[in-house]
């Protein structure tokens, strides 16, 4: 079992849709929840990071943490045909992996006009 | 304010050759990490420099080796070339000032590596 899983997708919304993106994991001792926004050949952009459990907010973009269910999830309202890209979940831990982080696959988003 | 760069963008290699790749961090950084992502694939994590020496490193070969110099700045080596290497390589940096900016990383666009 891969310690971060993530639906590749793909998938494709009309704009204005509200995109629901998440990733599953399996290792307990992970405390940071990133998600980095990938372009087609470019390098990763991060979007947002949360520490522990909860929710964060920025803009049209919310992310949620439920350590108890191991499940992460990004939420993109009022999604515009720029925000087509590959999404990656990325976690990381504390003590000795500290600084390492595990991604998943990627979902691939398309927001069609 | 500069972000993360990496050069070159784009390796053609044949099997059995070395390659060097470079990465400078974003400034006030002070820690490289270099991630391979195969096509389709997410981020896996080679290895880690933090004052010059490897911190932390992930599952791959001793083919695969790496400098951090003074200025932070960072080179990845791999020797004896294998196709399985061909990918996309990405150098992420952060600083070292508490331990949640140790895992916020920003990445570089990364040098696409083609072994022929």
């Known amino acids: 079992q891969k310690e971060v899983e993530q639906d590749p997708g793909p998938l494709s919304v009309p704009e204005g849709a509200i995109v629901s993106l998440n990733c599953t994991y399996s290792?307990?001792?992970?405390?940071?929840f990133m998600w980095y926004r990938q372009y087609s050949r470019k390098g990763p952009e991060l979007l947002m990071y949360?520490?522990?459990?909860g929710n964060k907010e920025d803009g049209r973009f919310t992310a949620q943490v439920d350590k108890s269910s191991k499940y992460i999830s990004l939420f993109i309202r009022d999604s515009q045909p720029s925000d087509s890209a590959t999404y990656l979940c990325?976690?990381?831990?504390?003590?000795?992996?500290?600084?390492?982080?595990?991604f998943g696959r990627g979902t691939q988003l398309t927001v069609w006009p | 304010d500069a972000g993360v760069t990496q050069s070159p963008t784009h390796l053609i290699k044949t099997r059995g050759q070395q390659v060097t790749l470079r990465c400078s961090p974003k400034?006030?950084?002070?820690?490289v990490s270099w991630y391979q992502q195969a096509l389709g694939q997410g981020p896996q994590f080679i290895f880690q420099?933090?004052?010059?020496?490897?911190?932390q490193r992930g599952n791959f070969p001793d083919r695969f080796s790496g400098h951090q110099f003074p200025n932070y700045s960072s080179e990845l080596n791999v020797n004896a070339l294998l196709l399985g290497d061909s990918a996309l390589y990405l150098c992420?940096?952060?600083?070292?000032?508490?331990?949640?900016?140790?895992?916020?990383?920003?990445f570089g666009a990364g040098t696409r590596l083609s072994v022929l």
């Open positions: 992420a940096s952060s600083f070292t000032r508490g331990e949640t900016s140790k895992n916020i990383q920003y």
């Open positions: 290792n307990s001792a992970f405390q940071y």
């Open positions: 949360t520490y522990s459990s």
């Open positions: 990325a976690m990381g831990g504390r003590g000795s992996t500290l600084g390492r982080l595990y």
């Open positions: 400034s006030g950084h002070d820690t």
């Open positions: 420099y933090y004052e010059e020496e490897e911190r």
